[in-house]
């Protein structure tokens, strides 16, 4: 094990919160943690948004059929669901369609789209900037398309009007999602027909921005999510939020949605059938709709047929979706990594691995985050696919955090060897042709040759047991309510912490979660097995040594149970320093 500080911290805990979000790169924190909307950019800094509205007025005052096309992912549905329910509350009358993906993940104008030939206005939130051909071929049909998306631009779009603050200089929060900026757009809508009806949607903005892993650490994002988690109104979040209620325990905050919402949202995004996802969107544009459904029977209740409104199901269909996926997910991984083990070589900076007939298309994404997880470097999972007749790979592609590689989009890119690599810095989607893979994983470990990939922990601080007091950790907690993308929390090294093995308990199902307390602090660590030193020696009734001293780095929390509240670090990992035969307990010191 390994850790160390952030870079320029000072270790410095007389102002705990100060020195956690200057690591984090917040040099301002009392601005951040009272955000106001003095911090929101005008929407007139968006390129092309003026000529956006007039398109858009152009065919709403002619009552011209106007499609918006659902992207496959929580911003997509998000960004979508607010641009529909926008148009509704205009006019609950104007004819307009949503349209679907057929395909699981995927993206703006992919071969599996059906533009209906009455559509004379095409919205794409949240992709498409750089769907060249597909634009050109609709233009030329007589179809105007507005896109409203943040994905950075590759090539010129001269076939429609494209809204993207990545292109827009004067936008200078390039951490928005497309949700963000179809908001901004809303915005601008209200301006010219003198409503007020953005806002109402603002809880969907930030469950978008939360989906889409952007970094709060931009105080705009921050601060429409802050707006949005405080007003939730959309019947849909609101019954995945009772859904999860267990999980969450009553607190709404950036981490618990994207934590326990977004992935059961995700999971029936990328696995559900289209009839399911289409049910998921209507509920999101809150379309009140009832259905029977039979419960199951248990010992103390038999089965009873009730009704079910479309957020309930809509919930009850996406949990059951993320256990199905999670399963699927546990059964492929092995898999995976049994093919990682014999075909790839090791030494490879970038693991690229095929997984045909393995990871269904949907869960590439996912797999591949995983695997890069696990291996603690860069992955691009990859399966056969055909396009014209020829058979190619396609697949996702993934960094870690903390990587030493800022973009690995860049690197990508930089070979010259792929067809296709869209979609954000550090994951996105490849496509190359088959016989272009050794070329590639070749020329990755050229570009990549002085790159290493450290297994350390950075810690906010580095303290001695007797610094570790429960003031530091309550005051840490304060900090609970704004951890995400770009605020992760925070972790502290303990060094030369000294335990006596009496003093240990085993508990759990399978005692194997270790805990003790040490100066009125509760450590814990879960699922220790053997080959775990600690929960080894602990085991081992042969063992003299009654005393042992270890260094660790672990996070630091409140558990609350009931109205019991108890500071406790959650141990990531340690090294064992020391074990001591003799250990003097009214003194409390080693001798």
Request: glycine share 4%.
């Amino acid at each position: 094990m390994k850790y160390r500080l952030y870079e320029n911290a000072t270790n410095d805990t007389s102002n705990i919160i100060k020195e956690i979000l200057n690591n984090r790169g917040i040099s301002d924190y009392k601005t951040y943690l009272n955000l106001t909307n003095d911090v929101e950019i005008h929407y007139s800094n968006l390129d092309n948004i003026e000529l956006a509205v007039d398109t858009f007025s152009n065919h709403f005052s002619n009552k011209n059929i106007i499609g918006v096309l659902v992207d496959c992912d929580v911003d997509g549905y998000t960004s979508a669901s607010i641009m529909y329910k926008y148009i509704k509350l205009m006019d609950a009358n104007y004819p307009l369609k949503y349209i679907l993906h057929t395909k699981s993940k995927a993206h703006g104008l992919s071969d599996d789209v059906i533009i209906d030939n009455d559509i004379k206005l095409l919205i794409i939130p949240d992709a498409a900037s750089n769907d060249v051909e597909q634009c050109k071929a609709l233009k030329s049909n007589g179809v105007d398309i507005i896109i409203l998306d943040h994905h950075e631009i590759e090539k010129e779009n001269p076939y429609a009007i494209v809204v993207n603050n990545m292109k827009s200089d004067k936008y200078y929060n390039k951490n928005l999602s497309g949700v963000g900026i179809v908001y901004k757009f809303l915005q601008a809508l209200d301006d010219y027909y003198w409503n007020e009806y953005a806002d109402e949607f603002i809880d969907l903005v930030a469950l978008g921005n939360i989906g889409d892993m952007m970094d709060i650490r931009s105080f705009e994002t921050k601060y429409l999510i802050n707006k949005g988690l405080s007003n939730i109104k959309n019947k849909c979040f609101n019954a995945f939020i009772k859904a999860q209620e267990y999980s969450i325990n009553g607190k709404i905050n950036i981490h618990n949605i994207q934590w326990y919402i977004v992935p059961v949202l995700n999971a029936l995004i990328r696995i559900g059938s289209y009839e399911e996802r289409e049910l998921l969107f209507r509920a999101f544009v809150e379309q009140d709709e009832f259905f029977e459904y039979k419960t199951r029977a248990t010992k103390d209740k038999p089965s009873e047929v009730i009704k079910e409104s479309i957020y309930e199901r809509a919930a009850r269909l996406c949990k059951n979706a993320k256990s199905r996926q999670d399963n699927t997910i546990e059964k492929n991984i092995s898999v995976i990594m049994d093919k990682i083990e014999n075909e790839c070589d090791q030494n490879d900076k970038i693991i690229i691995v095929d997984g045909t007939d393995i990871v269904d298309n949907g869960l590439i994404g996912v797999m591949a985050m995983k695997i890069a997880d696990i291996y603690n470097k860069p992955c691009i999972l990859i399966n056969k696919c055909i396009e014209n007749n020829e058979i190619k790979y396609s697949g996702s592609a993934r960094n870690t955090n903390n990587s030493p590689i800022v973009s690995l989009k860049d690197i990508i890119n930089t070979t010259h060897l792929f067809e296709l690599a869209q979609g954000h810095n550090n994951a996105f989607g490849i496509k190359l042709k088959i016989d272009k893979v050794n070329k590639v994983k070749e020329k990755l470990n050229e570009l990549l040759k002085d790159v290493v990939y450290e297994n350390t922990y950075i810690v906010d601080f580095i303290l001695s047991q007797d610094e570790v007091t429960a003031y530091l950790i309550n005051e840490i907690s304060k900090l609970n309510n704004i951890i995400g993308q770009g605020i992760d929390e925070c972790r502290i090294a303990v060094e030369n912490l000294v335990i006596n093995k009496k003093d240990i308990q085993l508990l759990g199902k399978e005692s194997n979660t270790i805990t003790f307390v040490k100066n009125n602090i509760k450590y814990i660590q879960f699922k220790c097995r053997q080959g775990n030193l600690l929960f080894d020696w602990i085991n081992d009734t042969w063992d003299e040594n009654n005393t042992v001293e270890i260094n660790l780095v672990g996070k630091p929390n409140v558990n609350e149970y009931g109205s019991i509240k108890m500071p406790q670090i959650m141990i990531d990992d340690f090294n064992i320093i020391r074990f001591i035969k003799s250990y003097n307990e009214d003194e409390d010191s080693i001798w």
